[in-house]
């Protein structure tokens, strides 16, 4: 059976989306060892968050994603994410409460009316909040709702969240190998590095406007080189199988410094994407038939 590491210790929303891809799941404590494992060997699949639908893209995997040896994403799976807030059994004062920053983030509202005057501290992952507060490190973990059967902890508030309907994505990474198939329904990620010159992230999104490509994600991060040197991380509608999206990959090549293949896989939505491939196909059967001079 194939493995998965993925972002723990158990009881991780990680886990929660891991669970969805049916394999044998190893937990490893940070997103950097879930994509190692895969790197080494260790296992086939790692399953890291990749974005929320509140905070935004998890800087952790992003950076991950393009340290050492390419991995490729083959799926994605969406959770809604509620929190509960577990203490030891017998709490009766709270004073510090842990979780990852990106769960923090999300009840920061809940905790000012709830809590007022705890101090927050950032933690590697949710779970690693509730073992803490299991050992006595804080007095309150901000965690997925399963963790409490992990954990010898008491739920003392469930359902808590700031912004209703708060959604999380992950993604199933592999080392590079076949693509999935195409379903018509796909997404595709690149990583570019760019030549700091004006005007060249436009040169980038006009690639994909002109080949009438849908970008669903768009961030920047340093590349921990030169102040004001960044990556761009695109997503966009579509799959690297299709003329129009190979074609529009092939200009971002030449556009950028250094690019990475992230992935061609189905959307967690299955929402069908307006393909215009068959005026690409028709466009390259042309060309085709003039350099065989068979067209005028
Ligand atoms: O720490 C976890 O449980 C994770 O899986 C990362 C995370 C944190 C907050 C919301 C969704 C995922």
Redesign the pocket.
């Known amino acids: 059976m194939p493995r998965i590491a993925y ?1 723990g210790p158990q009881g ?3 886990e929660q989306a891991a669970l969805r891809f049916g394999a044998e799941l190893v937990p490893v404590d940070t997103i950097q060892l879930a994509i190692a494992s895969v790197r080494k060997g260790e296992t086939e699949f790692a399953c890291v ?1 990749i974005e ?1 639908s509140v905070e935004g893209a998890v800087p952790a995997t992003l950076d991950a994603l393009v340290r050492d040896e390419p991995v490729v994403a083959v799926a994605e799976t969406v959770l809604d ?1 509620r929190f509960s807030v577990l203490v030891r059994p017998g709490t009766t004062e709270i004073k510090t409460i842990a979780s ?1 920053p ?2 923090l983030a ?1 009840v920061r509202e809940w905790i000012a009316d709830s809590l007022p005057g705890v101090t927050s501290i950032a933690t590697s ?3 690693a909040a509730a073992a803490a507060v299991e050992r006595g490190e804080f007095d309150a973990a901000v965690t ?1 709702p399963v963790a409490v059967h992990h954990y010898k902890l008491d739920e003392y508030a469930t359902d808590v969240l700031d912004v209703a309907d708060a959604r ?1 994505r992950f993604l199933l990474l592999r080392r590079p190998g076949s693509l999935p198939e195409p379903t018509g329904a796909d997404r595709t990620s690149v990583v570019v590095t760019t030549p700091n010159r004006v005007g060249v992230l436009s040169e980038l999104l006009t690639e994909l406007a002109l080949r009438g490509i849908n970008l669903t994600g768009l961030e920047s991060r340093p590349t921990k080189g030169k102040l004001g040197e960044y990556r761009f991380y695109i997503d966009v509608e579509g799959h690297i199988a299709e003329p129009r999206i190979g074609d529009a990959l092939a200009a971002l090549h030449r556009h950028s410094r250094e690019i990475r293949f992230l992935g061609s896989f189905p959307k967690a939505d299955h929402e069908p994407v307006e393909a215009r491939n068959d005026e690409f196909a028709a466009a390259a059967t042309w060309v085709d038939a003039v350099r065989k001079g068979e067209r005028g």
Do not use: I, R
């Open positions: 972002f991780t929303f990680t968050p929320n994410v990852h990106h769960a999300q992952s949710t779970a997925a999380t």
